[in-house]
């Protein structure tokens, strides 16, 4: 009977630690729905349901931690922490138990991804949570995708496809947070298409995100809805309009919604002659953190402070502040430049396209700033002028800030902004500068051609991200093995060049098998690649730098040609068959 009564218990205290364990799961997944819930309209509430979700993690399943770390990106993407947002959503739409999860974390990287610029991630997490849409079961987080999709395409600046996707929401949309989104997204889209935007657009979409308690969505409704009265000329009424939403967009937290606010304040205040109230806004929008450094927002910010600073008198002021304009807007237009080449190159999915279109971007990028330097030096004239003409120091202080451009301006343009080393047409002008030294004095003179072996799987199987670190760590190598009067150039892709004045066909050789050692010692996997890391290398040289270097380089790069038939990782020098290594 003992034994009979000590079962029982056993049994009943199993079937209690049950019930418990049933109970604390149900309390964790109840404190992320309603935090999922409430996530865009009460962000205060929703930083402290995920605080209590997060010391009951050790009792949540599986399914549930995921959708933890779901909420969390969103909670550092609303705080302005991309990075941190990105990173964790990545890693959830990868390996999330649950397909929804992973389609949201798709779509959360592509739409973060979208505000950091970096437009390739965007669309490929895009076109993964396309891929991934059909496996989702719930019809509300399908219309989180349209929703998505609409905020991404206004982001790209293609207006008509954002237009398409809301409307599309808007159709389909089941719940009152869902048609909030869709409304909200289509006058955001509106307010770039004047034309098409009626006032009432603007006001339907107020009323039902007000509904919704949506004070997020709400705010940018009225961001776009101001935009809309300063393209009317109605600037009075956008300006109450936006000091009206500032409040709320305070509470938000969401600061790329409040910078975009402060900005419009800044430039209407400007408008109506208000410098005190205008220069404090921009300020408020320089403050921020976590932005983008060429956030349009931050541009209109030193737009008007350069305009108030003008105003003022305060000329060293003025050019500071036209520097940081024209820099950030300089950048801005080529990130431009870069968005729509990424678009195209998406729909394409040529990878060999992409990376010579990004080429093509740089040296249209070193174009842009060298005429936008002309024009910095003409308003710095004009502005030293007005200055009621100043003395010699003066004069002096404005010639030596254009020198200093002028030195900036010609190492962007000599040097490739991903690895530190020359471009490619600096590489050739320091070439053949150097051949004409060593002719005239008959001294040797050799150049190493290297390619990286199987880079293209690196970038498919590890990511560009990782590409990117791959060809860094390589540049590294080569420039820390170069005496000073090297040269070591980037010539393309994966494709490096290294000059070696003064030096023969042998100790070329042994260069080339030193910096070849280097190249394959590199700690792969501390950079996320789990691929070997190597690197064909192809040798010419000239015995006392008569060879033109059209011809030397043809050489090097046939040797390097050779050295890949013959199976990569070796070196060839056009002398008899490459050399292998272990």
Known sequence: MANVWKTRGLIALAALCLVATQAAASTVSDLLAEADRIRSSDPTRFGSLLRRARQMAPQATPAESDRLLLLEAYRDAIAGRYDASIDAARVLAERAVDAGVRYRAALLVANTAAITRDYPLAFRYLADATLLEAAVGDPDVRATGLGTAAALYIEFGRHREALAYADRLIATARTPRALCFGHGNRTRALSHLVTQAREDDFRVASAVCARAAESLA????????????????????????????????????????????????????????????????????????????????????????????????????????????????????????????????????????EQHARALAHENRALLLERRATRERSRAMRLAIVAMGLAIVGVAYWAWLSRRTHRLLRHLSETDALTGVATRRHFAQCAERSLEACGRHARPVSVLVLDLDHFKRINDECGHAVGDWVLREVARACASRAREEDVVGRLGGEEFAVLLPGVDAADALLAAEALRGAIARIDGPAGGCHLPISASIGVASSKDGSDAYRQLLADADAAMYAAKQAGRNRIGTGAGEPRAYA
């Open 218 to 353: 709400g705010a940018f409704v009225d961001s776009g809805h101001a935009r809309y009265l300063v393209a009317k000329g109605r600037r009075t009424e956008a300006l109450r309009m936006l000091e009206s939403a500032l409040p709320r967009a305070r509470r938000t937290g969401y600061t790329r919604l409040i910078g975009e606010i402060l900005a419009g304040i800044a430039e209407l205040r400007l408008h109506h002659d208000d410098h005190v109230l205008a220069a404090a806004r921009a300020t408020e929008v320089l403050d921020l953190d976590s932005q983008h450094p060429h956030w349009q927002p931050r541009i209109d910010a030193h737009r008007v402070l350069y305009r108030v600073a003008e105003a003022r008198g305060d000329y060293r002021a003025a050019y500071s502040h036209y520097r940081q304009f024209h820099a950030a807007e300089s950048a801005s237009l080529d990130e431009v430049r870069t968005r729509e080449f990424a678009f195209q190159l998406s729909r394409q999915q040529a990878v060999v396209r």
